[in-house]
């Protein structure tokens, strides 16, 4: 039997990134084969749909939802616009799935005895905030604005408060982890070596329409490659002053992947990279 891993002085910090995310899944299914659970975790936009099956404990059930739904239109289809205004199925996805069909461990969850905090975009603001997962309902409302992208889904309010994803204002909180006083950070981020941020057609387009009804939010997405990529090179020097333990995938994967096949050889290459790596993990962690 596995001895439980309490880690003391270490944060988890998770990107986002679609369906790249199942990479992440991999890595995270590792660490629960080892029991190691980390006191902070900050995560962004998908990284947040697995860090909560981190918390409630339920190893390959972020896998199993993304493969099992990727292609089923109820999960992300264009019909779901008519209805609810979004690519994705709101209502399925977060309510459906997790409450009726795969059934999301909410008590496991409640009680993870870490601190967790999703990153969301103010769209008055354009800045970042920060909610306990905690707090979430069991409607994942929080988990749902941290992933609202621009255009694929509508703006979820909190509070009366309109969110978009939180990877538009801060792609990967590091600096949330300090600012909370963690000075180690395990980083699991979806994007191969090398990778360099522009700023796509797409959010160019949407960065017009959100000018008039949300300036500050536009101005956000203006920004968001540099943000970006200066925060890659911030991590990178943690890195070379030992700060920081990263896994990313060797090679590109596709945000938007749609074979099931090829999502399932993602998800093997964070697993496989994270069990190769395990006992240096364990080393920068305190608890080899």
């Not at 998908?46 to 409630?56: L, P, R, T």
Request: glycine fraction near 6%; hydrophobic fraction near 40%.
């Amino acid at each position: 039997m596995t001895m439980m891993h309490e880690v003391k002085d270490c944060s988890l910090i998770l990107e986002g990134g679609t369906f790249r995310t199942v990479f992440t899944a991999g890595v995270l299914d590792a660490l629960m084969e080892e029991q190691i659970k980390m006191p902070y975790i900050a995560a962004i936009s998908a990284g947040a749909i697995n860090a909560v099956s981190y918390m409630s404990n339920q190893p390959e059930r972020t896998m199993r939802v993304l493969t099992t739904y990727r292609n089923d239109p109820r999960y992300m289809g264009a019909r779901n616009f008519l209805k609810e205004k979004s690519l994705f199925g709101l209502d399925f996805a977060y309510n459906i799935v997790p409450n009726q069909l795969d059934l999301f461990d909410w008590d496991a969850y409640y009680n993870y005895p870490g601190e967790v905090e999703f990153g969301l975009t103010n769209a008055y603001t354009g800045k970042v905030e920060y909610k306990s997962a905690h707090s979430m309902t069991k409607t994942c409302d929080i988990l749902q604005a941290t992933c609202a992208i621009p255009i694929l889904f509508p703006e979820i309010k909190i509070d009366n408060v309109p969110y978009y994803d939180g990877g538009l204002s801060d792609s990967i909180p590091i600096k949330r982890a300090i600012e909370k006083g963690y000075n180690k950070h395990l980083l699991i981020l979806t994007r191969e070596p090398g990778y360099i941020k522009s700023a796509s057609k797409t959010n160019q387009w949407a960065t017009k329409l959100f000018q008039k009804r949300y300036p500050r939010l536009a101005a956000a997405m203006r920004h968001r490659a540099d943000m970006y990529n200066e925060t890659m090179q911030y991590i990178a020097q943690k890195e070379t002053d030992q700060e920081a333990f990263i896994f990313k995938p060797d090679r590109p994967i596709k945000s938007f992947e749609s074979k099931v096949d090829q999502m399932k050889a993602n998800y093997a290459v964070g697993y496989e990279q994270a069990q190769k790596q395990m006992p240096e993990l364990k080393m920068f962690l305190g608890i080899g």
